[in-house]
Nanobody, 120 residues
């Protein structure tokens, strides 16, 4: 069994920074890739950052230069550092991890979501 648990987020003023974390645990052999998605009220969920096991990075144009995705393989954790936040970054943020388990099962697992609110 695999669990993906998110932490971090919260309320921040415009121009501020936040970090969200995505930690996987359980029956894990390898984490192939992790993506951070967000969904604002009334909008579709969008991919904002992605990292694969080779360290290749992808960012949405709207967050390039402000957001940084990193991974700590020893902790099975991926981080999203968000700087220069503005009101358009307000959303629920979700991580999605592509995981190979010890029993050779490959699946995508979603975190529970964490609210990020940018407001003065």
């Amino acid at each position: 069994q695999v669990q993906v648990v998110q932490s971090g987020g919260g309320l921040v003023q415009p121009g501020g920074s936040l970090r969200v974390s995505c930690a996987a645990s359980g029956n894990i052999r390898s984490i192939y890739a992790v993506g951070w998605h967000r969904q604002a009220p009334g909008k579709k969920r969008e991919l904002v950052a992605h990292i694969n096991r080779d360290g290749d990075l992808t960012y949405a144009d709207s967050v390039k230069g402000r957001f940084t995705i990193t991974r700590d393989d020893a902790k099975n954790t991926v981080y999203l550092q968000m700087n220069s936040l503005n009101s358009e970054d307000t959303a629920v943020y979700y991580c999605n991890a592509a995981i190979l388990t010890q029993t050779s099962s490959f699946s995508n697992y979603w975190g529970q979501g964490t609210q990020v609110t940018v407001s003065s």
